[in-house]
Nanobody
Framework: QVTFVESGGGLVQPGGSLRLSCAGS????????MGWYRQAPGKQRELVAS???????DYADSVKGRFTISRENAKNPVYLQMNSLKFEDTAVYYC??????????WGQGTQVTVFS
């Protein structure tokens, strides 16, 4: 069974930065593509960034150029560096597999709130 624990969220003003961390346990070595998702109030959960084990990355248009997903190797946490944060980035952020569907139940996520 695979589980993920997200951390690093918080309160930040527009233009600020946060770094999220996702720690996985269980059979995570076989996951070829990991992703960060977010769900804003009243909206569906969306994939905002993904990274394959080969290092290729993909981003939603709304975060391209501001967010960076990274991971040293398949055993280490997955990070999401978020810069130039905007009000519309306010959401609960989750990590999970980003190819062939999610691999585990959604965790608690980590709340990111951008406020002025």
């Amino acid at each position: 069974q695979v589980t993920f624990v997200e951390s690093g969220g918080g309160l930040v003003q527009p233009g600020g930065s946060l770094r999220l961390s996702c720690a996985g346990s269980g059979s995570i070595l076989r996951i070829s593509v990991m992703g960060w998702y977010r769900q804003a109030p009243g909206k569906q959960r969306e994939l905002v960034a993904s990274r394959s084990n080969t290092g290729s990355t993909d981003y939603a248009d709304s975060v391209k150029g501001r967010f960076t997903i990274s991971r040293e190797n398949a055993k280490n946490p997955v990070y999401l560096q978020m810069n130039s944060l905007k009000f519309e980035d306010t959401a609960v952020y989750y990590c999970n597999r980003a190819k062939f569907g999610v691999i585990s139940d959604w965790g608690q996520g980590t709340q990111v709130t951008v406020f002025s």
